[in-house]
């Protein structure tokens, strides 16, 4: 999430299955990452070793924190595209890469496309989004240098990829899908900026965008799973909500207080198309401290929780791309 580093500071001190292979290359050579995990007790989706298998990958040493335009992150961006072939999202454009133009070196979004199998829903299009950048390697500490973004925003990023991998696959969405990971987040929302207005340039007819930011731990005393950003200024939280049978998404106050809502990549999608865009997240400035830090590492990772957001969400975004009216409004 693109916070400025003294409001997050203030606010910290303020509230202390089938068998798949996924070939990607290492620094030393190619790297095969076995996705061929245990089926879930429960008949869930995914489960906490397939979200291990990734986040291993995405927030390993080798990536080097997974800066814009460097080694690190092309190799997350094959990584990624490998997944989407694998589990049948199709490229966007002509290839799964969008070369962003707003950023002096070469960096690109990965664009992937499920297409709806209703003959005029599949005309309207649902975003759904998350950073795989990182800030790369920084000052030292303890000898480490590299700021390995497991909670920011490795687990968002795996989140999608496995939302990516369900509907790939199963092909129940009747409106049309497209899962993009962004790049350059950290420089300022550039990647996402990007993104909304060449689509917007494109004419797309886009419903809503749902971004996935800092998801890898959960909340803490909360009679809700995850809150999203921008709570007031639409109805996603009663849509969400209904489809999850639960109370799955809440309000936190702090969110608000600090404007959370203009600092992911929802905000792009809200200014260009003035639809529905928000972000989910698990981060609440109290039960994370590695912000921005080289301690932001796999190990302080809740595999499980992570599982259990990826499972709650499907049928909520499902409900949402067969729904007969776009259910979701602005306030």
Do not use: W
Request: glycine content about 8%; charged content about 20%.
């Amino acid at each position: 999430m693109k916070l400025f580093l003294h409001t997050f500071t203030l606010l910290f001190l303020m509230t202390c299955g089938g068998t798949q292979m996924v070939q990607t290359p290492s620094n030393a050579a190619e790297r095969s990452v076995n996705l061929n995990t245990a089926k879930s007790t429960d008949d869930s989706f995914t489960n906490s070793e397939r979200i291990g298998d990734i986040m291993n990958y995405l927030a390993s040493d080798d990536l080097k924190g997974r800066d814009a335009g460097s080694e690190g992150i092309e190799m997350a961006a094959k990584y990624i595209e490998n997944y989407f072939k694998s589990y049948g999202v199709k490229p966007y454009f002509e290839s799964y890469r969008d070369t962003i133009a707003n950023y002096k070196d070469p960096a690109y979004n990965i664009v992937g496309i499920v297409e709806g199998s209703d003959p005029v829903l599949k005309n309207e299009f649902i975003v759904i989004g998350a950073h795989y950048d990182h800030i790369g390697t920084i000052a030292p500490e303890n000898g480490d240098y590299i700021a390995n973004g497991a909670n920011d925003n490795a687990s968002g990023t795996t989140s999608v990829m496995e939302m990516a991998r369900y509907f790939g696959t199963h092909k129940t969405n009747k409106r049309s899908l497209i899962f993009a990971l962004f790049t350059a987040e950290e420089k300022g929302l550039l990647g996402s900026e990007h993104l909304a207005k060449r689509l917007h340039e494109q004419n797309l007819n886009l419903y809503t965008m749902l971004n996935f930011e800092m998801t890898g731990v959960p909340l803490q005393g909360k009679d809700y799973f995850v809150y999203i950003t921008g709570y007031d200024r639409s109805n996603l939280a009663e849509v969400s909500n209904a489809y999850a049978k639960e109370n799955f998404v809440g309000f936190l106050p702090t969110a608000k207080e600090y404007n959370l809502y203009q600092r992911s990549d929802n905000y792009a999608f809200h200014q260009e198309f003035g639809v529905p865009s928000h972000t989910f997240c698990t981060f609440d400035f109290t039960n994370f401290g590695q912000y921005h830090k080289v301690g932001d590492e796999v190990d302080l990772m809740d595999f499980d929780h992570m599982a259990t957001l990826v499972n709650k969400v499907l049928p909520v975004i499902e409900g949402i791309a067969n729904g007969p009216e776009n259910e979701i409004k602005l306030n």
